[in-house]
C-alpha cells in the first residue's frame, strides 16, 4: 500500500512563499511520474506541476515562473517551492504518484493567501 503525506501548507499573505512536501512510502523512483495538483472550493481538480523518473519537469501556465516542482531521492519526498503567491493560489494541494500497478493520492495540504 503506497502512501503519500502532504504537509507544509497554510495561510501566506500575497507575494510570499510556501515549500510543500509530499512524503512517499516507498522510493520515489519507483514511480514513472510524480504530479501536485490543486482544488480550489467549487472547482475542478487541476494540474500544478509534473516531475518524472527522468527528472523532466512540467508546469500549469498559471504557475510557470513562481512553481518549482523539485525531489530528494534520500527523503523520499517531492517538494513544491511556491513563490509569489497570489490569492487565486488558494486551493487544497495534493500530490499523487503513478506506477504501472496504479495511481496514488495523498489527503492534501491547504494553502490559503487572503485577498
Known amino acids: 500500500q503506497v502512501q503519500l503525506v502532504e504537509s507544509g501548507g497554510g495561510l501566506v499573505q500575497a507575494g510570499g512563499s510556501l515549500r510543500l512536501s509530499c512524503a512517499a512510502s516507498?522510493?520515489?523512483?519507483?514511480?514513472?511520474?510524480m504530479t501536485w495538483h490543486r482544488q480550489a472550493p467549487g472547482k475542478q481538480r487541476d494540474l500544478v506541476a509534473t516531475?518524472?523518473?527522468?527528472?523532466?519537469?512540467n508546469y500549469a501556465d498559471s504557475v510557470k515562473g513562481r512553481f518549482t516542482i523539485s525531489r530528494d531521492s534520500a527523503k523520499n519526498t517531492v517538494y513544491l517551492q511556491m513563490n509569489n503567491l497570489k490569492p487565486e493560489d488558494t486551493a487544497d494541494y495534493y500530490c499523487?504518484?503513478?506506477?504501472?500497478?496504479?495511481?496514488?493520492w495523498g489527503k492534501g495540504t491547504l494553502v490559503t493567501v487572503p485577498s
Open positions: 499523487k504518484a503513478e506506477d504501472r500497478w496504479g495511481t496514488y
Open positions: 516507498r522510493t520515489i523512483f519507483s514511480f514513472n511520474v
Open positions: 516531475i518524472t523518473s527522468g527528472g523532466n519537469t
